[in-house]
């Protein structure tokens, strides 16, 4: 953590002792909660109410498997003193393979949510770096950072663009995927 906080503070104090043709108007830097954008924007509250629905629609099936699996589960506890040993063994080797489906069917659902989160930070970060892009060339800011990535200790309030950049992010109509 220390390492990192000296690189920034290196950073910023390269850039700004090799900045000569910056010295006349000053370096102007500012910074972005990437974070905030991605997830209050307008497209950020659209994706989280796409994965609450797909995590609702994945949920139904595996409850039922999971019923499945504890309701046999207590019929075999029920009636395991009556079992012979053949049809324990029988009954666990269908427990097992219950359980073996549940479990594919959470990690199809699990891969499947984590594609659809990928897919929307992708397409997200270029279209925000665009706005940001706006943004510095508007603000005539040299330089750009994120601010939590950099762990930024302090700065002026009006170094931060955040909110500059998610109203304009919201005002394009980037689709949220489908």
């Not at 690189?7 to 700004?16: D, E, R």
């Not at 589960?73 to 666990?92: D, G, M, V, Y």
């Not at 069917?105 to 930070?121: C, F, H, I, P």
């Not at 508007?138 to 930024?152: A, C, G, H, I, S």
């Amino acid at each position: 953590m220390k390492s990192k906080l000296l690189a920034t503070v290196f950073l910023v104090g390269g850039i700004i002792a090799c900045a000569p043709a910056h010295a006349a108007g000053g370096l102007r830097i500012g910074f972005v909660d990437m974070r905030q954008v991605i997830l209050e924007s307008k497209a950020g509250k659209e994706h989280q109410a796409q994965m609450e629905r797909l995590i609702k629609e994945r949920q139904g099936p595996l409850n039922v498997e999971k019923e499945k699996l504890q309701a046999m589960r207590a019929s075999f506890l029920k009636e395991r003193l009556t079992l012979t040993n053949t049809q324990k063994a029988t009954k666990q080797k269908q427990f097992q393979a219950e359980l073996e489906k549940y479990q594919e069917m959470a990690g199809e659902a699990q891969n499947a949510l984590r594609a659809k989160d990928n897919e929307y930070m992708q397409q997200s970060i270029g279209a925000i770096k665009a706005v940001i892009a706006k943004v510095a060339r508007k603000d005539r800011l040299n330089l750009v950072f994120e601010k939590t990535q950099l762990m930024v200790l302090y700065s002026d309030p009006g170094m931060d663009i955040t909110q500059q950049v998610m109203q304009m992010y919201n005002a394009t109509d980037t689709p949220v995927t489908k």
